[in-house]
């Protein structure tokens, strides 16, 4: 009865179609001119009250690594939309209550695309890393068949998951799922010539064009319309008609058209599997003979539309979707490169990500291999170790160690591995060193040319090695230094007598000392101070000379300050300030924080004029004569002395001025 029904309904759709050629909209109940839509719960006709939206912020602070569950989706959710608030590097992972990981499971990343799970596709969504701040996302429109959960792989702070989803609620409507056509099946009320042939049918009651569809097929079918549709002989039908259906409009009277258009065959598929389309063929034949004749026997308006109908629903083979190898895990020497391998089915015109079983009957490509972008450079060692640097105690040897290349060639240090780099110097014990006093012969000179004086040598404790430092431990029995000498009694004998050397006049750089230069007369015990001139006959030592306690590096010298541009009133002065190396040449190597100044103020006191008492205007208008520059004349110079004054200054100022 209801597919009776459903003739008499296709064949008013399609006369009413006939009958205005312009065509009208098409509900979501397949009526023509019927306004119902699909609201958001999926409900033709729905007022959107049958369903209730669940959503909510998934923000726990999360402790430990590894799997965290977010929310649970409930079987029949629809509309499902889980997105990361930011970008992170956690990953969200989803997985079925039955154990079946469906995205991200078991440690294992997969790649962005579309993954079948619980009766619905999700899209797995993952920005780019760099342009996108976005997080990953898993969309799907359901309805899911099963209990999801959605877990979070958490590596660092939660950034915060927003998840939501429909499901339908107690006073929901139950969807009104428009009929799909099938091939073979009646077209808009038109049963085909040709019907389904047995072996078609039978393979339809065995399920066989469903094999392996799984969720892919929910996306062509629903429950009703993936059942056989065995209609062949309307008069099997008891006419029974819904409450809410349309009654057929009558047609208008095959005999009076000689011509009618007609469905002869229809196109191939376009494709051989994964789920294709092909369109009707309609030809004008002549009603009675069903011959095909021309089409301008037919009216063009009355014309079918062709409608697409969905062919080789089977998906195609599962095949193996090979990724590209990532880099290799060294840049020289043997390393390991890994690639994603995906078993993959494309089904309306989608490619898909199915589970590995589907593709065992092909060999699965290698996921790991071994690379070696360039042999690696080697540390060599040149030369064997040096002698000892010191023939007892501690010292140190050295030897030649290089990095050379896979060719053979020296090249830089960092070219090899620098934890594994040889040791090139180390310390070397010779043993204990045999320690003695050294000591120099006295000296030939008395240190008094009369009286009482000594003879020094020098004593230095030192190894039994030649060495440019002294040692210690010779031991306290120090040889002496000095020993007495006489050369005999002083008889009045003069001679010049210095004194010691002051400190030196600077503490860097080339300075001078002084020292006290006497004349004296020695006797026994006393010296007398004599005049210079008395020991002129000798030789003067020098009482002044150069020192220099260590170097200064470059200084900063200055000139004197010029004079002050202005005696009263603020002027200013300048000096020229240069950077000077110890030998007094131009240098750059000075602080400039510490460069003294070249210019400063000076002279800002006001000037204050001199009042002459015997110079004085005798007028009031001396400002006149000024003006009318008569103070070249002798009278009134004496006459109006303090403005004349005051006007030949300013004009010798206007002229220093220029």
């Given at each position: ?19 205005r050629p312009g065509g009208e909209n098409i509900g979501c ?45 409930p079987q029949g959710a629809t509309k499902i939309n889980i ?576």
């Amino acid at each position: 009865m209801f597919v009776s029904y459903l003739i008499l309904t296709l064949l008013h759709i399609q006369t009413a179609m006939l009958a205005r050629p312009g065509g009208e909209n098409i509900g979501c109940d397949d009526y023509l001119g019927s306004d119902k839509v699909v609201d958001k719960c999926g409900v033709c006709g729905g007022d959107n009250t049958g369903c209730q939206v669940v959503s909510g912020v998934f923000k726990h602070a999360l402790t430990s690594l590894g799997y965290h569950r977010v929310v649970e989706i409930p079987q029949g959710a629809t509309k499902i939309n889980i997105t990361e608030m930011h970008k992170s590097n956690n990953y969200l992972a989803l997985r079925s209550r039955s154990g079946r990981s469906i995205i991200n499971g078991n440690w294992a990343i997969d790649r962005p695309g579309k993954y079948e799970g619980g009766g619905t596709m999700f899209t797995y969504k993952r920005p780019n890393e760099i342009s996108s701040t976005a997080g990953e996302s898993f969309l799907a429109e359901g309805p899911t068949n099963e209990i999801l959960d959605v877990y979070m792989i958490h590596q660092q702070p939660n950034p915060g998951v927003h998840y939501e989803y429909i499901i339908m609620g107690t006073n929901a409507i139950s969807p009104q799922v428009p009929l799909q056509r099938r091939p073979g099946e009646p077209l808009n009320g038109q049963l085909e010539a040709e019907g389904m042939s047995q072996e078609g049918r039978e393979k339809e009651d065995r399920g066989e064009e469903k094999e392996d569809l799984r969720g892919e097929a929910q996306e062509i079918f629903t429950s009703e319309a993936s059942q056989p549709f065995p209609v062949r002989h309307p008069d099997r039908f008891t006419s029974h008609q819904p409450d809410n259906s349309v009654p057929p409009a009558p047609q208008p009277p095959r005999r009076s058209r000689d011509h009618n258009w007609k469905q002869l065959g229809i196109t191939e598929c376009s494709t051989t599997c994964g789920k294709g389309s092909q369109y009707p063929i309609f030809r004008c034949v002549n009603r009675n003979t069903h011959e095909e004749v021309p089409e301008t026997y037919c009216d063009p308006s009355m014309k079918p539309t062709p409608e697409e109908e969905p062919c080789n629903l089977f998906p195609c083979p599962a095949f193996w979707d090979i990724g590209e190898w990532s880099e290799c895990s060294k840049t020289c020497g043997l390393g390991m490169q890994h690639r994603q391998v995906l078993c993959r089915q494309v089904y309306a015109n989608r490619s898909l990500t199915v589970q590995p079983y589907r593709c065992q009957h092909l060999e699965k490509p290698e996921t790991t291999s071994t690379c070696q972008l360039k042999i690696c450079s080697e540390w060599q060692i040149r030369t064997d170790w040096t002698s000892c640097s010191v023939p007892c105690d501690v010292g140190q040897r050295t030897r030649d160690v290089k990095c050379v290349s896979n060719l053979g060639d020296v090249v830089a240090d960092e070219e090899c591995n620098m934890k594994l780099r040889p040791n090139d110097i180390e310390n070397c014990d010779m043993g204990p060193c045999a320690k003695s006093w050294f000591l120099t012969e006295w000296s030939e000179r008395c240190s008094a040319e009369c009286g009482a004086g000594v003879r020094t040598r020098s004593v230095v404790c030192m190894t039994n090695h030649v060495s440019s430092l002294p040692l210690e431990g010779c031991g306290n029995n120090r040889p002496a230094e000095a020993t007495p000498c006489d050369n005999g009694p002083c008889t009045g004998k003069v001679e010049w007598f210095s004194g010691s050397w002051s400190q030196c006049s600077i503490e860097c750089g080339s300075g001078t000392q002084q020292r006290e230069v006497i004349c004296v007369r020695k006797n026994a015990d006393t010296f007398a101070v004599l005049d210079p001139f008395e020991c002129a006959f000798l030789e003067r030592p020098p009482s002044q000379q150069s020192c220099h306690l260590k170097p200064c590096g470059a200084k900063w010298f200055s000139t004197e300050w010029s004079m002050c541009s202005k005696s009263c009133q603020g002027g200013f002065r300048v000096r020229e300030v240069r950077c000077l190396a110890d030998d007094m040449t131009l240098s750059n190597l000075c602080d400039p924080q510490l460069k003294p100044e070249e210019r400063e103020s000076c002279n800002p006191q006001d000037c204050v004029p001199e009042i002459d008492e015997s110079c004085r205007d005798k007028y009031y208008n001396c400002n006149v004569v000024v003006q009318a520059r008569l103070c070249v004349y002798n009278y009134y110079k004496t006459a109006c002395c303090a403005s004349c004054a005051r006007g030949a200054a300013r004009h010798s100022g206007f002229l220093g001025s220029r």
